[in-house]
Structures are given as structure tokens and as C-alpha cells.
T-cell receptor, first 120, second 110 residues
Framework: EVQLVDSGGGLVQPGGSLRLSCAGS????????MSWVRQAPGKGLEWVAN????????YYVDSVKGRFTISRDNAKNSLYLQMNSLKAEDTAVYYC?????????????WGQGTLATVSS | QSALTQPPSASGSPGQSVTISCTGT?????????VSWYQQLPGKAPKLMIY???KRPSGVPDRFSGSKSGSTASLTVSGLQAEDEADYYC??????????FGGGTKLTVL
């Protein structure tokens, strides 16, 4: 069974940093693109970032470029999101998701989400 | 990277059919057959319901179907059931390794 478990959220002041983690199991982690998608409280979903299987390609939504860094450790079946220079508008539940190119480039499995709150 | 446009709400009685639209542009929905739909129950993570415009993952009831015409995609839920009450989001590949979501539609089963 495919499982993604998100962790690392919490309360941080504006301008601060947070590192989110996602542990994958039940599939060959190293053969899939992986993504982060966020959802502000009471709002819709927003794609944040993608990373290729070997980490050689990374893509970001414009609003986080230069502040967020997506990375992975295939030996640990883990995905990360380093978030720096955080703003109030970054407050959201962050989901890691598996991006499946064979399934119409869809996000076919999701973690349970971890809440990052940016507030003074 | 503008969000796709969905109606904020939709509703139907048990057994009826309801269709949710998702309007994009010629740079996303209109240019790629990479539209997917997600169901989100309250307090839960999204679940993939449709991918590649009209394909259903294993385990998704055939009451759920998807289609596309031009820059507008649609999700139809036939034979509505109480358990279908949820938020539904569309998503499309938007080129250059970017993805875009719709604002979401709250489906109410009357």
C-alpha cells in the first residue's frame, strides 16, 4: 500500500524558516517525481514545487521561488521542503504528493498534510 | 499561473446527476489532455478521482466521469449518493513543468 507521511509543520515568525519532511513507503520512491501542494485555511489547493526522480530538476510556483527549496533523499525514501523568509501568506497545510506521469501527470497519492503557521 | 475557474458550489438530490465545470485557457486545459479531478472530504487529504481528462483510477466508482471541450473540462457525478458530498478540485498541466488548480467546488447532496 502506497503511503506518504508528512511532518515538520509548526508555528514560526515571519521571516523565519521551517523544514517539512515526507516519508514514502509501499512503492519505489526513486522512480517517481514528487511534489508539494499547499492549502491555505479555507482556501483551495495550490501547486508549490516538483522534483525529478534523481533530484536533477526542480520547479516552483512563482510566489515561492528563491525562498523555498525542494529536495529528496532516495536512500531514505524521503522528500523535503526547506522554507525560508516565510510570510503570513505561506500559512497553509502542506501536502506531499506523488506525481505520476503515467497517469496523466496527476497527483495520485497524497500525504495527510502538515500545518505551517506563520505568525508573530 | 492563474487558477482555473470552478463554480463555488453545486448541488443535487440523491440519484440525480450533477456536472462541475473547470475553465482554463489555451495555455493549460485547452492545450493538454492532462486534466485531473480530486475529491476532498472535510479535514482529509485530496483523493484522485479522474486523470487524463476522463480516466478513472482503480477503485473509483464509474458514477464519476470526466470530459473536456476546448478550454473547459467537466466532472459529472451520476446517481448522486450522500457520500459524494465533498469539495472537488480540478487541476491541469500548464506547460514548463507547472501545474495549476481550480478554486474548488463544494458539492452538496440535498
Amino acid at each position: 500500500e502506497v503511503q506518504l507521511v508528512d511532518s515538520g509543520g509548526g508555528l514560526v515568525q515571519p521571516g523565519g524558516s521551517l523544514r517539512l519532511s515526507c516519508a514514502g513507503s509501499g512503492f519505489t520512491f526513486s522512480t517517481y517525481w514528487m511534489s508539494w501542494v499547499r492549502q491555505a485555511p479555507g482556501k483551495g489547493l495550490e501547486w508549490v514545487a516538483n522534483i525529478k526522480q534523481d533530484g536533477s530538476e526542480k520547479y516552483y510556483v512563482d510566489s515561492v521561488k528563491g525562498r523555498f527549496t525542494i529536495s529528496r533523499d532516495n536512500a531514505k525514501n524521503s522528500l523535503y521542503l526547506q522554507m525560508n523568509s516565510l510570510k503570513a501568506e505561506d500559512t497553509a497545510v502542506y501536502y506531499c504528493a506523488r506525481l505520476n506521469y503515467a497517469s496523466g501527470r496527476s497527483f495520485d497519492y497524497w500525504g495527510q498534510g502538515t500545518l505551517a503557521t506563520v505568525s508573530s | 499561473q492563474s487558477a482555473l475557474t470552478q463554480p463555488p458550489s453545486a448541488s443535487g438530490s440523491p440519484g440525480q446527476s450533477v456536472t462541475i465545470s473547470c475553465t482554463g485557457t489555451s495555455s493549460d486545459v485547452g492545450d493538454y489532455n492532462y486534466v485531473s479531478w480530486y475529491q476532498q472530504l472535510p479535514g482529509k487529504a485530496p483523493k484522485l478521482m479522474i486523470y487524463g481528462v476522463s480516466k478513472r483510477p482503480s477503485g473509483v466508482p464509474d458514477r464519476f466521469s470526466g470530459s473536456k471541450s476546448g478550454s473547459t473540462a467537466s466532472l459529472t457525478v451520476s446517481g448522486l449518493q450522500a457520500e459524494d458530498e465533498a469539495d472537488y478540485y480540478c487541476s491541469s498541466y500548464a506547460g514548463s513543468n507547472n501545474w495549476v488548480f481550480g478554486g474548488g467546488t463544494k458539492l452538496t447532496v440535498l
